[in-house]
């Protein structure tokens, strides 16, 4: 029987050991920083260390690591344009990763799990705003598909870990996510990295105007990704349950918008120019947070404040992004 209301529980971090499995990407990174608050030891490996799409090589990590809690946070990502060309790293990547991930914890006996998923696993014209039950209740969008589909299969896989095994192994879904450590990467980055880096440049360059892909009419609702770590670590210990949780602000915004709100902050004065050549994605992606706050948990940064940090932190490092 499906569980109903969210319920909150109490599960204490402290001296567990907790694996952080992507601690080098943007979300895992986060929740590294988030969990050094929480007194408990922190297990990370690197690609060298364990290849996750390689199940001999993660069940010998994990059996040696023996962890107590995991986060799955690793994952192929990128923007639209990367999902839609690269449909294999998509999907690939992201069941291997996760099957060995969520069944090797189980088998080492990892009390408590969390696996990350996406907004991108609802229908492309789900209602919105859009609450959990909307899950499979119509078609996917079309650029990001093989992403949804494996994201829905590591939901669905942590459900079945519930139902059969009875291990607490729960799922969150964020919305569009942002903040230190993104990829700005043109080719695979998402929209606010790259219009940032783009703006950034066109204003070094004195160019007079810069592109922004699609229309500019989509909708998309951003979170900070310090925020989400707050938010992970927050279900981990408070929630448990076989239904996944919607994390955002409950917030979205046009593209056109975000694109002018990016160039004020980054003080460039050129020109927006719209290209119908690049896809525009789901219409509008906006979650409803109602669950999550019920349990008693809201996002804390504003957008512009986001914003203007993330492009601190994008000066600060971006003698890294040369030549990228
Ligand atoms: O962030 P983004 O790549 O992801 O694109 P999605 C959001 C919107 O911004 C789209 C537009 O309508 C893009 O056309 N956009 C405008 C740009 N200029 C740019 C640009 O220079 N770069 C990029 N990347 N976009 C992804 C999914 O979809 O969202 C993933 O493909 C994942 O699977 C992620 O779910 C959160 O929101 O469209």
């Known amino acids: 029987m499906a569980e109903k209301k969210p319920h909150r529980v109490n599960f204490d971090l402290a001296g567990k050991r907790v694996f952080v499995a992507g601690h080098r990407g943007m979300v895992g990174a986060a929740v590294v920083r988030r969990l050094a608050a929480e007194g408990c030891e922190i297990l990370t490996v690197d690609r060298k260390g364990c290849d996750l799409t390689r199940q001999a090589e993660v069940e010998r990590w994990m059996a040696d690591a023996r962890p107590d809690v995991a986060f799955v946070c690793a994952a192929t990502v990128g923007g639209i344009l990367a999902n839609d060309t690269r449909p294999v790293d998509f999907l690939y990547d ?177 020109e927006l120019v719209f290209d119908p050549s690049k896809p525009d994605g789901t219409p509008r992606k906006l979650l409803d947070v109602s669950r999550l706050s019920g349990l008693g948990w809201r996002a804390r940064t504003g957008l512009e404040e986001g914003l203007s940090s993330t492009y601190r932190w994008f000066l600060e490092h971006q003698t890294e992004f040369r030549g990228l």
């Not at 955002?248 to 460039?268: H, N, P, R, S, W």
Request: include cysteine.
């Open 94 to 270: 992201n069941l291997m990763i996760e099957a060995n991930v969520i069944k090797t914890a189980h088998d080492v006996g990892v009390k408590k799990l969390l696996f990350l998923g996406s907004s991108c696993i609802y229908p492309q014209l789900a209602a919105q705003p859009m609450t959990e039950d909307a899950l499979l209740t119509g078609a996917l969008e079309p650029t990001n598909q093989w992403y949804a589909i494996a994201k829905i299969a590591g939901l669905k896989l942590c459900e079945a870990y519930r139902r059969q095994k009875g291990a607490d192994f729960i799922s969150a879904m964020p919305t569009n996510l942002y903040g230190p450590g993104d990829n700005f990467d043109l080719a695979a980055s998402h929209v606010i990295p790259a219009l940032m880096r783009k703006a950034h440049e066109a204003t070094l360059a004195h160019r007079p105007s810069m592109q922004v892909w699609g229309t500019g009419k989509p909708r998309r609702e951003f979170l900070h990704v310090d925020d989400l770590a707050d938010a992970l670590v927050f279900l981990m210990k408070h929630y448990s349950g076989d239904q996944t949780v919607n994390v955002g602000t409950g917030e979205d915004i046009a593209i056109a918008d975000l694109a002018a709100m990016i160039c004020d902050i980054v003080d460039y004065g050129g």
